[in-house]
């Protein structure tokens, strides 16, 4: 007696959960960009103790914090996952995104770096800058920020009511209106009609 083999069950993965696009970071970039930010901390003596122990930080963690970073672009949202210990995801809906800015100072340009900030209708808890999310370091940023933008202009467009027929015929009572409209518009014609021949 044979058995047939089982048939590979149907994927339930919905549409909108499809991947468009994974962001990727520079993480030789990143990395000596907060090391950077450290020099002009060490100009005061002060500082130095704090400077040394953030350091430390970065060299137990600031490879793992990177390495937990991600961007990912689907059909309907962008999804943004950081933390080494505290995990934070956010879901954002394309529709929602209302721009994706880009902000390049001169240490980031030196390293070949922006951030992008997520920017959305009715945005609260924006503690990055103005923005719900901020993400550095993206490789090629503009192409992806152009990416999830274009991707926001298909969903919101596709999403735009359409006039009805019932939005483009006028109803009853504005039918009637416009009789009335037009009864009154022939009456006054034709009074006018009288009182130039009663003064001619």
């Known amino acids: 007696m044979t058995t047939k083999p089982n ?14 696009a994974e962001a990727t970071f520079d993480r030789d970039a990143i990395i000596k960009y907060h090391w950077a930010g450290l020099l002009p901390v060490c ?9 040394i122990i953030v350091a430390i930080v970065y060299a137990l963690f600031l490879d793992r914090m990177i390495a937990s970073w991600s961007a ?9 996952r950081k933390g080494i210990f505290n995990k934070v995801e956010r879901t954002i809906p394309l529709e929602k995104i209302t721009d994706l800015s880009s902000v390049q100072g001169p240490i980031m ?4 770096l922006k951030k992008l900030g997520v920017e959305t ?12 999310v901020s993400l550095l370091g993206v490789t090629a940023p503009d192409a992806f920020r152009q990416q999830v933008l274009d991707q926001r202009d298909r969903v919101t467009d596709t999403e735009r009511p359409t006039p009805t027929a019932a939005a483009t015929t006028p109803s009853a009572p504005d039918a009637d209106l416009a009789g009335s409209l037009q009864r009154i ?6 009074i006018a009609d009288r009182l130039d021949s009663h003064t001619s």
């Open 109 to 112: 340009r030196y390293f070949g």
């Open 121 to 132: 209708a009715g945005q609260s808890g924006g503690s990055e800058g103005g923005a719900l």
């Open 43 to 51: 100009l005061f003596i002060v500082t130095i103790p704090i400077v």
């Open 7 to 20: 048939a590979p069950a149907p994927s339930t993965s919905a549409p909108s959960s499809e991947v468009l």
């Open 185 to 190: 518009e022939t009456i006054l014609e034709r």
């Open 72 to 80: 990912t672009l689907t059909r309907r949202s962008l999804i943004v």
